[in-house]
């Protein structure tokens, strides 16, 4: 069958933060852009960031980059690669002043310059006292970060291919990337994208487990295409749990509110945090106060009928400060808690919120797999950037805002090499290998043809029930060992999904079982990763190994799907121009 | 508890016309907004088409109109429903199919105000200064999330929607004039001064009414309106 084929210079996978930074970059490089989104750009999960983009701008204290590098280093659990982190939170001011001339409504200081709040694991001075690093747009960052990127690109006339979505990555025989097949969704049609350089701005993939802070759409698709082209995924035991989701509906509720002075309770009314993390208390790292928060529950002293959750108290901020600059947190506690936060606490349980791990990438956003000795070699073509990407520079456990400045600084590093690449490398494009489309074909057909099969929401659920259950906060070797024999049989169901819509246009019954196809591939690599590392670091807590062993796990997982084997790789130890940070005990 | 939905059904490679369909769903206590219920639909019939992400009614995905009214299917809590919910797609723009309708005409409009601040001026090292009171004229204009609701509940759009710009356009263009960063207030009045692009608003007020961010484009329109006539005198 014939596939039609389409040429850019380069294809962008994602309208996130990340796809249309580098988007930016190129459009106004004068390349010829394709940018693909399964949703409109400001649909993307990008617009639920609440907090805040860090930087040391030092608008209200004295900071440094130096300081915010230390903070990422220790934040990560010294997982995370040091030439990255610095190259990130040097870049950050710029970037951020950026967004500022490109328009977003960043709110103001006394004295006119962007408003800065305190967060979790923002210290001055190499971690010993809070420093107010976020940026804010009032309690609505991401929204108006990626509403910004969105009306610049608009200005830069980037070539949007809205409610499309990629299907496979297109690798030659040199295993060089030459594009992706898509599916516009509108007509069914599906499509060759043929490029001199693809970037994947994916975003996450939350959706693997039942309760997360993530959008339907965030499913691991450029993971999914990613292992089905042979390269493998990085660190996917490390999984972020936001520490204050609203219990029982899974949305996400800003570290902001603890930046602004709100406090975590338990069923006593005590401030346990002040146990857990004496200095930073409630603004310790993430994975420090979600593990204190399901201790707390565990032990008994969870509020609630069921005793399954704790409370953020915010009350005594007063109005004032609650309506000025936590107005989305307000409408979301009476829409999905039922409560006031002007007048009583909500409840939160930790909820799964971000992937730190993904398709290994360095700093400059190219993607790197092992080859012979080498661990770090560039596959030809291919970029990746933002929370799909593993860079890595969020290691074992992610610092608030860090990830919004991920989006951004190496959304456009990505599309700064992209640029360097097509004008030097490859001025023309390599030709498509003869089949391109045929893995994708094959998917369809197989979806349409397909009979006595079970319902994908059927298996959906049964994956998402078996992550919940074996890769949550706390984990152990005998949960983890189920964990993965279980994930296994249900990838087997998932080859024989069934669905009933066979028509052509619009069909999101396709559409969700094709993004089944890519969660049932993280899922997997979740669960062999984590299985694996007999130790406990940033957001993998082990129970049977409770501490951090750096002589033999100071090391990046690497899963590869075909044979559903891991290899690892070292940390990169060297910062670009500094000293190295040498691991120490982790405290807040 | 068990509830009755009527839902506009219409797929062009089936259906000659578009109907109304029903459906008996019973739904779990953990069920409590219409997203919620829609989904437990699709799991039964999977040709059920319709948009969301989010979930939390930041991304403007899953606008509908819902018994008569315009809102996100997200937000909106099922036990405060009237039986059996009718559920149609937005008004006014072509459907593509069952809830999921053609936004071209809408985003076109948007793009027309030239949505993003214009300055030319050679950008300072830092950040552009901006008071927290200047800051302050943009609340309430920003917030917009692009669903359509208030644009697809307006008769005016209706009418003329590739000469009006409709509310959600209209508050957009205000959130630029608004921005002191921006240096094209006169240039984007030229923009809208036209029998129909602004003027064809006559206050019916129906985009504040289903405005599921409570924002108001009548009184973002209110003071373009102002400025107009501010600049003819």
Known sequence: MSVPVRKFDAVIVGAGGAGLRAALQLSEAGLKTAVLSKVFPTRSHTVAAQGGISASLGNVQEDKWEWHMYDTVKGSDWLGDQDAIEFMCRQAPEVVVELEHFGMPFDRL??????????????????????????????????????????????????FFVEWMALDLIRDADGDVVGVTALEMETGETFILHAKAVL??????????????????????????????????????FWQFHPTGVAGAGVLITEGVRGEGGILLNANGERFMERYAPNAKDLASRDVVSRAMALEILEGRGCGKEKDHVLLKLDHLGPEIINHRLPGIREIAIKFAGVDPIKDPIPVVPTTHYMMGGIPANYKGEVVAPQGDNPEVRVNGFYAAGECACASVHGANRLGTNSLLDLVVFGKSAGNSMIEYIKTERQDWKPLPANAADVSLARLARLEN???????????????????????????????????AEIKAIAERAKRTQIKDKSKVWNTARTEALELDNLIEVAVATLISAEARKESRGAHAQDDYPDRHDDEWMKHTLYDGATRSLSYKPVHTQPLSVEYIAPQKRVY | MKMHFQLYRFNPDVDQKPYMQDYHVELEDSDKKLLDALVRLKAVDDTLSFRRSCREGVCGS??????????????????????????????????????????????????????????????????????????????????????????????????????????????????????????????RLDNLEDPYRLFRCHTIMNCVDVCPKHLNPTKAIGKIKDLMVKRVV
């Open chain 1, 200 to 237: 994947f701005a994916t975003g996450g993939a939350g959706r693997i487990y039942s309760a997360s802070t993530n959008a339907f759409i965030n499913t691991g698709d450029g993971l999914g295409m990613t292992v089905r082209a042979g390269i493998p995924l990085e660190d996917m035991e």
């Open chain 2, 62 to 187: 899953d606008a509908m109109n819902i018994n008569g009214k315009n809102g996100l299917a997200c937000i909106t809590d099922l036990r405060d429903l009237k039986q059996p919910v009718k559920i149609r797609p937005l008004p006014g723009l072509p459907v593509i199919r069952d809830l999921i309708v053609d936004m071209t005409q809408f985003f076109k409009q948007y793009h027309s105000i030239k949505p993003y601040v214009i300055n030319d001026d050679p950008p300072p090292e830092r950040e552009r200064l901006q008071s927290p009171k200047d800051r302050e004229e943009l609340d309430g204009l920003y917030e917009c999330i692009l669903c359509a609701c208030c644009s697809t509940s307006c008769p005016s759009f209706w009418w003329n929607p590739d000469k009006f710009v409709g509310p959600a356009g209209l508050l957009a263009a205000y959130r630029f004039i608004a921005d002191t960063r921006d240096t094209q207030v006169n240039e």
């Open chain 1, 110 to 159: 006394e004295n006119g310059k962007i408003y800065q709040r305190p967060f979790g694991g923002h210290m001055a001075d190499f971690g010993k006292t809070p420093v107010q690093r976020a940026c804010a747009a009032a309690d609505r960052t991401g929204h108006a970060m990626l509403h910004t990127l969105y009306q610049r690109n608009v200005r830069a006339n980037t070539q």
């Open chain 1, 450 to 484: 397909q009979t006595g099969g079970e319902e994908v929401a059927d298996v959906r659920n049964a994956m998402q029930k078996c992550v919940q259950l074996r890769a949550g906060v706390f984990r152990n070797d005998e949960n983890l060992a189920k964990g993965v």
